[in-house]
Nanobody
């Protein structure tokens, strides 16, 4: 089992940047495919990005492609989400998640979740 803790959220103006971190404990991170999801008020949780165990393959939602970058440092047991050119519609609680099996954009495919980090983008 792995425990995940997100950090780095906050309030930023449109066009600004934030970097989210997800620190893992309990098991080494390389065991898992890692993903980022987000959930805005009144909306379903949606896929943002995912990264393979060795970091060689990344997938992105179309709405963030070219603006967000997912990365991982297995030696530090940490996954990152660099968010640039933020827009008000990026406002949401962002969650990191760990998947023991295969890379997927479906939230149901992930086995462990962090508690979430709020990102608010003002116009």
């Amino acid at each position: 089992q792995v425990q995940l803790v997100e950090s780095g959220g906050g309030l930023v103006q449109a066009g600004g940047s934030l970097r989210l971190s997800c620190a893992a404990s309990g098991r080494t991170l390389i065991t898992y495919i890692m993903g980022w999801f987000r959930q805005a008020p009144g909306k379903e949780r949606e896929f943002v990005a995912a990264i393979s165990r060795n970091g060689g393959i990344m997938n992105y939602a179309g709405s963030v492609k070219g603006r967000f970058t997912i990365s991982r440092d297995n030696a530090k047991n940490t996954v990152y989400l660099q968010m640039n050119d933020l827009k008000p519609e990026d406002t949401a609680v962002y969650y990191c998640a760990a998947d023991r099996d295969k890379m997927t954009m479906a939230a149901a495919g992930y086995d462990y979740w962090g508690q979430g980090s709020q990102v608010t983008v003002s116009p």
